[in-house]
């Protein structure tokens, strides 16, 4: 994430404010700009210091708190960008809902972010049937009908539902436990599912299934039997040589949803570190190799760069957190058959022709 800075009096600002903390300026996030922007009133609208020739109103989820993105006043509907893909959102007259839908709010933004910097494909279901749609749900909530069916973070057909519970830190955390897993955050569950809802744009529909099977596995395997396995018989012995997370070695299908969550993890996180001007300049001569200099935006580069920033920028956060008695921020191993897969997704997402793929897995296959 970048950086943002108030027009009014240069304090530093982050993604979600929605005022300045010096000077109380309202503020609202410009997509098209890709910049938080001081507002001031004008009549029923809102002008942008960002962009002072237009005018703008706020999202209509900015009314709850949920929501600071700005919308053209020119532009058709209520919603902004991030917005207009809620398909159910819970019952808002619940107090405890509306917290809980405001931090799934501030996670799905930041998706949101990195998927409109990477110029992903991102219709809605009104301007295609197969477009990309979320529903938050409470457990427990009785359908129309009357059935209460249980709910579960996933995606199915181009929608991808977040249980709200996920975002109560101590049942997260108590679900991390459960499931034995190294991280589990709001913004992990948002990066994972898209990656299912991608894999259906960019591999099935993109003419990437052979290559894509070269990297990942045949994803025929049936799909039922392979999580029942995972779960009743846990992880094989060496997936840390060939999978990025223990769940990803379950079916090729949850690796390519995996890789691809970490693939945003670095990239954004890399991205803040730019922002910050940061470097890594170990004082050991045998760690001279994870010196890096990050000064490059990673949403327009080769892989390799921001592998090689990661590697460095992760092992160093890793040791602060431990100074602080913190977990290890990003507890898992880059190996060689990680990066391979992790250079697939890179290139799928920036446009590398199917050929292209299939030659490069092909080379890096045993």
């Not at 930041?110 to 110029?119: F, G, I, N």
């Not at 436990?177 to 948002?190: D, I, P, S, V």
């Amino acid at each position: 994430m970048k950086l943002f800075e108030c027009q009014k009096c240069n304090q530093l600002l982050y993604f979600e404010n929605t005022s300045c903390g010096n000077c109380g300026s309202r503020l609202g996030y410009l997509q098209a700009r890709e910049t938080l922007s001081v507002v001031g009133p004008d009549g029923p609208h809102w002008r942008a210091a960002a962009d002072p020739t237009r005018r703008y109103r706020f999202c209509a989820n900015a009314g709850h708190g949920a929501c600071n993105w700005l919308v053209d006043d020119e532009q058709p509907g209520p919603y902004c960008a991030a917005c207009r893909h809620n398909q159910t959102v819970p019952d808002l007259s619940v107090p405890e809902n509306v917290l809980r839908w405001r931090k799934i709010e501030f996670a799905k933004h930041r998706l949101m972010y990195s998927l409109l910097k990477l110029k992903l494909p991102l219709a809605t279901r009104a301007e295609d049937p197969d477009g990309l749609a979320f529903e938050f749900l409470v457990p427990g909530a009785a359908a129309p009908d009357g059935s209460v069916t249980p709910v579960m973070t996933g995606h199915a057909n181009g929608v991808i539902t977040i249980n709200i519970n996920e975002a109560d830190d101590a049942e997260r955390e108590r679900m991390r436990n459960e499931m034995g897993e190294a991280y589990r955050t709001l913004l992990g569950h948002f990066r994972h599912e898209i990656g299912h809802y991608y894999w259906d744009r960019l591999i099935a529909e993109g003419g990437r299934i052979e290559p894509f099977r070269a990297t990942f596995g045949d994803e025929r395997r049936d799909y039922t039997q392979a999580l029942q396995q995972h779960y009743a018989g846990g992880p094989p012995a060496d997936w840390q040589s060939h999978f990025v997370s223990a769940y990803a070695s379950s079916h090729p299908w949850e690796d390519f949803a995996e890789t691809w969550a970490h693939y945003f993890h670095m990239v954004d996180t890399v991205e803040s570190a730019r922002a910050f001007g940061l470097s890594v300049r170990p004082r050991l001569a045998a760690a001279a190799e994870l010196a890096t200099v990050i000064n490059f935006d990673p949403h327009n580069a080769r892989v390799e760069p921001i592998i090689d920033a990661w590697t460095g920028l992760s092992i160093a956060v890793n040791e602060i957190n431990r100074s602080m008695g913190l977990p290890d921020l990003y507890p898992f191993v880059l190996t060689p058959a990680v990066v391979d897969k992790l250079t697939f997704i890179h290139e799928c997402i920036h446009g590398a022709a199917p050929a292209e793929a299939a030659d490069r897995a092909n080379s890096a296959a045993p």
